[in-house]
Every structure is written in structure tokens, then in C-alpha cells.
């Protein structure tokens, strides 16, 4: 029992990265050792430049502020670089209370791979949230193309418990938002304004809805 406990953790923390469709979110539910109940979901997005930039600037604390800066981020370290490094966040849920937690880097994998554990202060939304980063195989767009593929993985029974509804929690809320910070990634590193200055607004309204 305490091996498929162990292996049922190690799994949450890794996560696995499935090429998809782009920009389609896939939302389900795991089978084998996850049949307890935990629940992810993927998207991608591909960037017209190579995953040493892309990288670059997804390790870039000033600038993944920049992408999430309805967040309020706040972090000791200019780079994020080693396992531990920390960025805050705060922000306003729709019923007036805030919320607040951590990024922690958990993982990362120079150019390839980097992963965070969000860590809330209070509540339930415990969860990893993985980056993968792939490259042409071959062909001469090889140095100037990165597909980013996503995945957020949690445990849901602590939602359960707390009577939250999953279906509007992943596919209405959680997804979308990824959407627009993934877009809002590819225009960055592509050398744009990660977006128009109403879409912080816009972000900030939808985080109000997390838990």
C-alpha cells in the first residue's frame, strides 16, 4: 500500500506531456495509478523562435511578471533557476477575500523543460503546472521554432470536499486562462507586447473565479 502511495505522488509531481492539436486543451481524467481521482489537462502552442529563447524568457522573473501581472508577483531572485526559487502572488477573489500563495520551481531542464509547484496560503488549489519545450526533429526551421506544450495536474478531492464544481473550475475557467497566457507567452517571445493592455483586466476578472 505504501509503494502505490509513493508512486501515486511521484506521478502528480512529474506529469507527462502529450503533443496535441494546437491550441486545443485536452481535459481528462487519468487512468492506472491516477484512478483515485486526479485530473490535469494539456494545450500547446508554437512560437517562431528556438527553445534556448523561448526559455530564456520563461525563466525571466521581470518577465514572467510581465505575463501574469494580474498575479501581483513578487520574487527574490531575478532568475529562476534553481529548484526552491520562489515568486508570490495576491490577488482578489470575486467575493472580496485574497488569495496569496507561491511558484516554487521544482524542476528544470535547460532549454527543455520547467516545472512549478503553486502552493495557495489557504484552500485546496494545490497543483503542478509543467512546461515542455520541443524542437523541430529536423528541416531548416529547426533553430527558429519551440512547441510549448502545458499540462497542469492536481489532486481534485480536496475541491470535492470543499464542494467546488471541477467541470467549471477546469474546462470554463482554468483552461481558457491558460490559453491566454500561453498567447500571451508566444507574443513575448516572439518579440510583441504579450498583449493589449485590457487583457491584464481581463485575466485579473477571470482569476477572481479561482478557488
Not at 21 to 35: N, Q
Not at 100 to 113: A, D, K, P, S, Y
Not at 120 to 130: A, T
Not at 160 to 166: Q, R
Request: contains cysteine.
Amino acid at each position: 500500500m505504501r509503494s502505490a502511495a509513493v508512486w501515486t505522488i511521484a506521478l502528480l509531481l512529474s506529469g507527462s506531456a502529450t503533443v496535441l492539436a494546437a491550441d486545443v486543451p485536452i481535459v481528462h481524467e487519468e487512468r492506472g495509478e491516477f484512478s483515485a481521482g486526479a485530473l490535469s489537462f494539456e494545450s500547446r502552442v508554437d512560437i517562431a523562435k528556438d527553445c534556448k529563447t523561448v526559455f530564456t524568457g520563461m525563466t525571466d522573473v521581470q518577465r514572467i511578471q510581465a505575463l501574469i501581472p494580474h498575479l501581483n508577483g513578487k520574487s527574490k531572485v531575478k532568475q529562476a533557476a534553481n529548484p526552491g526559487d520562489a515568486m508570490s502572488y495576491e490577488f482578489v477573489r470575486k467575493d472580496g477575500t485574497k488569495a496569496t500563495g507561491r511558484f516554487i520551481l521544482t524542476t528544470v531542464e535547460e532549454n527543455n523543460r520547467i516545472q512549478f509547484l503553486v502552493q495557495p496560503d489557504q484552500g485546496p488549489w494545490l497543483r503542478v503546472q509543467e512546461f515542455r519545450l520541443y524542437a523541430p526533429a529536423a528541416g531548416p526551421k529547426k533553430d527558429s521554432e519551440c512547441t510549448v506544450i502545458y499540462e497542469e495536474t492536481y489532486n481534485p478531492k480536496p475541491l470535492h470536499n470543499a464542494g467546488y464544481d471541477l467541470k467549471e473550475i477546469i474546462q470554463d475557467i482554468r483552461a481558457p486562462y491558460m490559453q491566454i497566457i500561453l498567447r500571451r507567452l508566444k507574443n513575448a517571445a516572439e518579440g510583441r507586447a504579450p498583449g493589449p493592455a485590457k487583457e491584464a483586466d481581463e485575466l485579473k476578472e477571470i482569476a477572481k473565479n479561482f478557488p
